[in-house]
């Protein structure tokens, strides 16, 4: 390994030796020694070739802690990483939609991912005829488009949102067009979700969401899995109390509305990270969310025990590997691109909910 190291360059050895140190001691020390030499091939094409590697809270650890500080997060968090990054290359650890949206943003550069079909279960089946036929039938309705949903779908939007920012796209489309009635696609739950919070405040806005006037249905595999007996379940077992002091339950928003009430918080991944790091009295927490995000949360605070939930896990996410990584770094490949006339028509969408 000693000889390997001359070829590295000042800055991606220093990264290397502070991922070593980062994961001694941790459940990834071995993953991390076995894989030692792939890493140390993407630290090099990292910087070798100017690349800007953007990874999802998603991502396993040792993927996850690749990207530094300001290059990790939530979809929100990266589309403004993805806006304003210099780098000549994007690489996305994170599914083909991120992907997109970094490209949309960014048509100029070569934007990467390391598979390819790494899909979404809410993206993968909505296209823009879904969001025409909505449009049809609620002609003075602004539509939201959540960002899990690919270019041809965001073209046909008037905003895209995520789910840090649902709320705020939803009132201020309301606001802008003069309409109470707004369309919310593609993720029913979701909709259901922000429909009872807008009532919470006291809204007249009527969110349109599949499911809510006709038979469509848009869910994420992954948190729609989670029930809400499963959360009972879980506080009982692991003595997570409800509103307990040093414990908590925080789901994401993408669960089903009954999974929210039983929750103490939920929001988007990097709010989940935020309500930890803001809660320092916290012992003990469960996320309702991929579970890989636990484990990188679990080495950012050892004071906290993570309660996972391994049943969990988005096999669209895990199709990203550290050897596809270094495969499409090093020949340039799986480049995620979208038709000029497209891009231009979702970058409206997108830019108007960078802009609020
Ligand atoms: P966030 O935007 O909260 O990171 O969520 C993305 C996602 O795919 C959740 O399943
Ligand atoms: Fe899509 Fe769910 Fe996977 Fe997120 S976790 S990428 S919403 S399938």
Redo the contacts with the bound molecule.
Sequence with gaps: MKGTNRKMTQGSLMRLEELRSGFRGTDQYIDFLAKEETIRRILEMKEEKDVLILGHN?MEPLIYQISGEGERGDSLALSKYAAKARNPIILFDG?RFMAETAKILNPEKKVLIADLEAG????DPFGAKDVLEYRARYPEAPVVTYI?SYAEVKAESDYCCTSANALDVVKHAASESGSERVVFLPDSFMGENLQKELVKEGSNIDLIYPGKKDNKFGS????EKISAVDIRVIRRQFNLPKGGNDTAVLVHW?CKPEVLDVADMYGSTSEMIRYVSSHPELKRVYLGT?CEMSANLANEFPQVEFIRSCMVH?P??RKITLDKILYSLENEVYEVNVPEQIRVKALGAIERMIAI
């Design positions: 998603y599914v979404c279960s809410l993206a899990n994420c595999i992954v948190h993408e991929e988005c669209h996410m």
